[in-house]
């Protein structure tokens, strides 16, 4: 069975440029999570989708972030313009429901020059 | 207040030993599971252990056991015969309520495994 899938892998910008990153869940899960992990950092939720519907969005930054996920499946999630401080890595993860773990993606590397 | 709290930013065991990982949490439902993750330098996050508020047996999975003390509100994680392939970080995850509802995590705590 494949795993999440994220891309691109890494990912380097200048600042005020736009950025979008793609996440492929496993297929079958509803639930699907994007998280901020700063260098030396726990995951920090932006967004949890539950099929298409943004069901927690409470922490991510919508004057420069936002997030689609057409039809319950794929995700993108976008930044404009990027700034300095996101430089940080991306994780994608999806999970079957309430109850059960959740899988991550390898994550995307963004660096903000 | 912080949900998930790790307070060991490193540790350090030789191989073959066991070592346990600290992790405290903190939540006013009755119905929640805690999640441990590893980490590697790779960067993908690998589920390792899980624990419903309402087992009653500590989980265990291999050479990974936790350590839950619902009173104290703690779930350690355990490692015996620690391996090199062990050094990793090491993240504390709960998910709060009966309903669909986010995973919080904690910092982490990097361990060190040393032959």
């Known amino acids: 069975e494949a795993g999440v899938v994220q891309s691109p892998r890494y990912k380097i910008i200048e600042k005020k440029q736009p950025v979008a990153f793609w996440c492929n869940p496993i297929?079958?899960?509803?639930?699907l999570y994007w998280y901020l992990q700063n260098l030396g950092q726990g995951p920090e939720l932006l967004i949890r989708?539950?099929?298409?519907?943004?069901?927690?969005d409470s922490q991510l930054p919508k004057d420069r972030f936002s997030a689609e996920r057409l039809k319950g499946v794929d995700s993108t999630l976008k930044i404009q313009p990027a700034e300095l401080g996101d430089s940080a890595v991306y994780l994608c993860?999806?999970?079957?429901?309430?109850?059960?773990?959740?899988?991550f993606g390898q994550g995307t590397r963004l660096t903000v020059v | 207040a912080q949900k998930i709290t790790q307070t060991q930013p490193g540790m350090f065991v030789q191989e073959k030993e066991a070592v346990t990982l600290d992790c405290t949490y903190d939540t006013s439902d009755q119905s929640y599971g805690l999640f441990w993750y590893k980490q590697p330098s790779s960067g993908e996050m690998i589920f390792l252990i899980y624990?419903?508020?309402?087992?009653?047996q500590n989980a265990t999975e291999g050479r990974y056991s936790l350590n839950f003390q619902k009173a104290r509100k703690s779930a350690n994680l355990v490692i015996s015969a620690s391996q090199l392939g062990d050094s990793a970080m090491y993240f504390c995850?709960?998910?709060?309520?009966?309903?669909?509802?986010?995973?919080?995590f904690g910092k982490g705590t990097m361990l060190l495994v040393s032959p």
């Open positions: 995850a709960m998910r709060e309520g009966t309903g669909y509802s986010t995973l919080t």
């Open positions: 989708y539950e099929n298409e519907e943004a069901v927690d």
């Open positions: 297929s079958g899960h509803n639930t």
């Open positions: 993860a999806s999970s079957p429901g309430t109850g059960f773990e959740a899988f």
């Open positions: 624990q419903g508020s309402y087992d009653e």
